[in-house]
């Protein structure tokens, strides 16, 4: 029965969720146990159709799939490279039922409230986010609309090259790393960068965090 054993993983996750490149560190020590094994990242956010063919529900979620492209079984958490190695064994035996979602994804449109500045002071836009898969992830996709959204009469902090690289919470405290195009913009103020992001965060619990800047 060798087409069911274990042939590739793949892992669906955000590029800037931690718990994700935790994963991704994890299945990379797997892979020194089973060379013959392909891996594959998914991001969820810009890879939709995968992720919706695989009916990903959770970030991260690690697939496990078999020569023919089946899938044998699913993880929607981070866990230990003993646990991986063990669970990859025992597929490869046949000992692990199969656990899959039946239901579809389905789109839906979410609302977030978002702070940029005017006169100096910050105010509150809600601004609308069509999520395409059934992934969630609240507070990165807040930040991502906070670094898109441009409205007349009001200063967007960020410049138009701005990418989240990475964030971390710790109750309510949050460690963001975001990625400026060096020389491409004009000259940005990160306190005020910092005080939109706290705000715009709020609603979620947080009200302070570590801002890292880095020029690419």
């Keep these: 029965m060798e087409q069911q054993k274990v042939s590739k993983i793949i892992l669906f996750t955000l590029s800037a969720c931690p718990t994700g490149r935790s994963m991704g560190t994890v299945l990379s020590e797997v892979k020194r146990t089973f060379d013959a094994i392909e891996f594959e990242t998914v991001y969820v956010d810009v890879q939709t159709d995968i992720t919706n063919h695989y009916r990903v529900k959770k970030n991260p979620t690690s697939l ?12 929607e958490e981070f866990q230990e ?3 991986i190695i063990d669970l ?15 239901e579809d994804n389905q789109a839906s449109v979410e609302a977030y409230t978002v702070y940029l500045f005017q006169n100096e002071l910050l105010v509150p836009l809600e601004v609308k986010y069509l999520n395409k898969t059934s992934v969630r992830a609240p507070r990165i996709t807040a930040i991502n609309m906070l670094l898109k959204t441009r409205n007349d009469g ?30 491409k913009e004009r000259a940005w103020n990160k306190e005020k960068m910092k005080l939109a992001l706290v705000k715009s965060l709020s609603h979620f619990g947080i009200d302070d965090l570590e801002l890292t800047i880095t020029a690419i």
């Design 64 to 75: 496990f799939l078999d020569y023919q492209g089946n899938e044998l079984y699913r993880i």
């Design 81 to 83: 490279t003993e646990y």
């Design 88 to 102: 990859i064994e025992r597929l490869n035996q046949q000992t692990v039922a199969l656990k899959r979602p039946n």
């Design 154 to 183: 009001y200063e967007n902090p960020f410049p138009v090259s701005a990418t989240l690289e990475l964030v971390n919470f710790k109750g309510n405290f949050g460690e963001i790393v975001i990625n400026i195009g060096e020389g």
